[in-house]
């Protein structure tokens, strides 16, 4: 990230959680991180509005991504900073940010680049639904037919 | 919950999460839970695709929501199974649930009763967007203008 992103993102200030009545109807952002200090980030297509992927974001990622415009997110498993696209090229270019009422889960509304969000190779991490709850052990269907990207181009055979 | 449900919920077989090519390739459902037995489920409106509202599942409250059709999530802040709506009418009858790669998150499309989702009148609990990152501090602009119900008269003046 370049120095002018780091400075606009520390820069950036949010308002307080005490009130719970101007958490959920006042004007200030005010976010809540969760005690491992992340808060929770549905990224959808904003032109669709199909969810792609669900991810989280620490206090400095939300701070990166409302700086940069693009969206970085903290890697649970890798517990690093993510910015989603930085190796693939499958950048996700944040249009706008939808906080909730008591502001603990973000739904970011993006242009995808690249084919897909998904590291298997569909547009959307959702490419699976649950058959119903009469099929026992409970069952999953494809629903997205077709990869939009070959992920063993993007990101080699070895993921 | 009737009897019937509780039997048929805990009948549920869920798959084994061993194999990474089997989570994200396979057919069988293997949800993970995190270190506090939750999993991460995005509500959405069957129709129009909209988030309404992000909340999370137990283990019993996932076998609930697949046997009786209605989201059951569990609440974090009362430490309890939460059939959504069953105080406010407002329950959520759920059509689909898709999975993502690895099974760590859930996308609920419902079919929302009552007025809407959320506790303060709005349809979505996602009322208000974040404004552009050149306002500091960040703040926030209501983007759903319209109530959908009156919060005071399902809840009651003490919430």
Aim: glycine share 8%.
């Amino acid at each position: 990230m370049s120095p002018e992103i780091n400075t606009a993102a520390a820069a950036l200030r949010f308002g307080s959680r005490e009130d719970k009545s101007e958490i959920e109807a006042g004007g200030e952002f005010a976010p809540k991180f969760d005690r491992d200090g992340l808060i929770t980030a549905v990224a959808t297509d904003a032109l669709t509005g199909e969810v792609l992927m669900v991810a989280y974001m620490s206090e400095a990622s939300l701070r990166l991504t409302l700086a940069l415009g693009e969206a970085v997110y903290f890697s649970r498993s890798r517990q690093e900073l993510w910015h989603k696209g930085a190796t693939s090229g499958h950048v996700q270019k944040v249009l706008e940010i939808l906080t909730d009422c008591d502001q603990d889960a973000l739904v970011l509304r993006v242009q995808q680049r690249g084919g897909g969000a998904c590291h298997t190779g569909y547009r959307s991490c959702f490419y699976r639904r649950i058959l119903p709850a009469s099929t026992n052990p409970v069952s999953l269907q494809t629903v997205i037919e077709e990869r939009s990207y070959d992920p063993d181009a993007v990101y080699g055979k070895e993921k």
